[in-house]
């Protein structure tokens, strides 16, 4: 007799193989607490998610309007916080419209999914954050991928496109705005003009830029933030310390856009609206998120770059030069795990990215600046992240 206690023995065997399989190749994810760590691995860049504000924003939507949100946002899950949130995200971007999702992986999931289908080809950074390139096969819409920040290579895929016998007719592509393993900038400008000029969209996940770069928005500065032909995405996770997602829209078919998304976009409609409490959260931060917290954030991210540029074996491995997120190229899989490992015994938290997580296979430290950093102390924790390098790689 079949008991529901049994197992299925081919379902057991797999995942005992996958087991064994990442334990062989040093693979084993684990989900790291922050505890009390020098901190340069959260994404909390400026610091908000323990503001008091932001606090008893969230406190405050919590004894008005409960824990959860009760239901979908199209089906009656729809809080006075998000539209005000939706207004203030809106504002502090330059766009006209928003559009509050449960995460900024279900935003870009969502956004990608609505606009997918048969007739559209979506060309993908190759170095896209992993809910892009989810959302694009997800979507059903053919797609392809181009050098990093290869404007030439992204030219190539549209021209294709363009002179193909059945060429798709609606194209779209995808960057970050500051990438989330390299820390490096797209050029954004560069790329809403290539894609202008092919009739293409163009979306921008600003996950690692929303809060996080002077103006506030990567788009913002660099004059697109009213652009209709640009989409955006961004998370709420990250600069501003709460939780959620956004996308967010500017030019005059905004509000088309915007009902199109409420209308179609999967995760937007069958997923649970935000948290009152993380909406509420949000929309504080937003409002701490100043030009002055920004600066002090920017001038830590440039004393990483100096302190461990000034190293003879890290000059030339330090790869960003945009954000919060510093980048060191380590030699091998093995020597960036054994780094992180001796750092977190010493009290420091680095993130660690490795292939498969890395599409160019190659190893890296992740160093994450923080605004709250005292400069002394981040110097004295970057001395001892060069120090661990060079004894790991001895
Ligand atoms: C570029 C990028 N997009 C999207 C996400 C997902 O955001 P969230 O954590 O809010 O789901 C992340 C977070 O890791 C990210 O780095």
């Given at each position: 007799?079949?008991?529901?206690?049994?197992?299925?023995?081919?379902?057991?065997?797999?995942?005992?193989?996958?087991?064994?399989?990442r334990a062989a190749r040093d693979m084993q994810?684990?989900?790291?607490?922050?505890?009390?760590?020098?901190?340069?691995?959260?994404?909390?860049?400026?610091?908000?998610?323990?503001?008091?504000?932001?606090?008893?924003?969230?406190?405050?939507?919590?004894?008005?309007?409960?824990?959860?949100?009760?239901?979908?946002?199209?089906?009656?899950?729809?809080?006075?916080?998000?539209?005000?949130?939706?207004?203030?995200?809106?504002?502090?971007?330059?766009?006209?419209?928003?559009?509050?999702?449960?995460?900024?992986?279900?935003?870009?999931?969502?956004?990608?999914?609505?606009?997918?289908?048969?007739?559209?080809?979506?060309?993908?950074?190759?170095?896209?954050?992993?809910?892009?390139?989810?959302?694009?096969?997800?979507?059903?819409?053919?797609?392809?991928?181009?050098?990093?920040?290869?404007?030439?290579?992204?030219?190539?895929?549209?021209?294709?496109?363009?002179?193909?016998?059945?060429?798709?007719?609606?194209?779209?592509?995808?960057?970050?705005?500051?990438?989330?393993?390299?820390?490096?900038?797209?050029?954004?400008?560069?790329?809403?003009?290539?894609?202008?000029?092919?009739?293409?969209?163009?979306?921008?996940?600003?996950?690692?830029?929303?809060?996080?770069?002077?103006?506030?928005?990567?788009?913002?500065?660099?004059?697109?933030?009213?652009?209709?032909?640009?989409?955006?995405?961004?998370?709420?996770?990250?600069?501003?310390?709460?939780?959620?997602?956004?996308?967010?829209?500017?030019?005059?078919?905004?509000?088309?856009?915007?009902?199109?998304?409420?209308?179609?976009?999967?995760?937007?409609?069958?997923?649970?609206?935000?948290?009152?409490?993380?909406?509420?959260?949000?929309?504080?931060?937003?409002?701490?998120?100043?030009?002055?917290?920004?600066?002090?954030?920017?001038?830590?991210?440039?004393?990483?770059?100096?302190?461990?540029?000034?190293?003879?074996?890290?000059?030339?491995?330090?790869?960003?030069?945009?954000?919060?997120?510093?980048?060191?190229?380590?030699?091998?899989a093995q020597?960036?795990v054994?780094?992180?490992?001796?750092?977190?015994?010493?009290?420091?938290?680095?993130?660690?990215?490795r292939?498969?997580?890395?599409?160019?296979?190659?190893?890296?430290?992740?160093?994450?600046?923080?605004?709250?950093?005292?400069?002394?102390?981040?110097?004295?924790?970057?001395?001892?992240?060069?120090?661990?390098?060079?004894?790991?790689?001895?």
């Amino acid at each position: 007799m079949t008991t529901l206690a049994t197992t299925n023995p081919a379902w057991e065997r797999w995942l005992s193989t996958r087991s064994t399989v990442r334990a062989a190749r040093d693979m084993q994810r684990v989900d790291t607490s922050r505890e009390t760590l020098f901190d340069l691995a959260s994404n909390d860049y400026l610091g908000l998610g323990s503001h008091p504000q932001v606090r008893h924003g969230a406190i405050n939507a919590v004894c008005s309007a409960g824990a959860g949100a009760g239901a979908s946002r199209v089906a009656g899950g729809t809080w006075q916080v998000h539209r005000e949130l939706e207004a203030a995200l809106a504002g502090y971007t330059g766009r006209s419209q928003a559009l509050v999702f449960s995460s900024g992986y279900t935003a870009n999931l969502g956004v990608l999914g609505a606009l997918g289908g048969p007739g559209s080809l979506m060309l993908l950074d190759a170095h896209a954050h992993a809910s892009l390139i989810d959302g694009a096969k997800l979507s059903g819409a053919a797609v392809q991928y181009f050098e990093h920040n290869n404007l030439d290579a992204l030219r190539t895929l549209l021209a294709a496109n363009a002179t193909s016998a059945a060429p798709k007719p609606r194209v779209l592509v995808a960057a970050e705005s500051i990438y989330s393993v390299l820390g490096d900038a797209a050029p954004l400008r560069e790329l809403a003009v290539l894609c202008a000029q092919f009739d293409a969209l163009l979306l921008v996940d600003e996950a690692h830029s929303l809060a996080a770069v002077p103006g506030g928005s990567a788009l913002k500065s660099a004059g697109l933030a009213q652009a209709g032909h640009v989409l955006a995405t961004a998370t709420l996770s990250k600069a501003l310390g709460s939780q959620g997602g956004a996308v967010l829209l500017g030019g005059a078919g905004a509000p088309l856009w915007r009902e199109h998304l409420l209308n179609t976009a999967r995760t937007f409609i069958f997923d649970t609206a935000l948290a009152p409490a993380t909406a509420a959260a949000a929309h504080a931060a937003l409002d701490l998120a100043t030009e002055a917290r920004i600066g002090q954030l920017a001038a830590n991210a440039q004393l990483i770059r100096t302190v461990l540029g000034a190293q003879d074996q890290l000059a030339s491995r330090i790869q960003a030069d945009a954000g919060a997120v510093q980048s060191v190229l380590m030699q091998s899989a093995q020597q960036a795990v054994q780094a992180a490992a001796e750092l977190r015994e010493q009290g420091i938290a680095v993130s660690c990215f490795r292939p498969p997580s890395v599409p160019d296979g190659i190893s890296r430290l992740r160093l994450t600046a923080h605004a709250g950093h005292e400069q002394d102390e981040l110097a004295s924790a970057l001395a001892a992240v060069a120090r661990t390098i060079r004894k790991v790689e001895a």
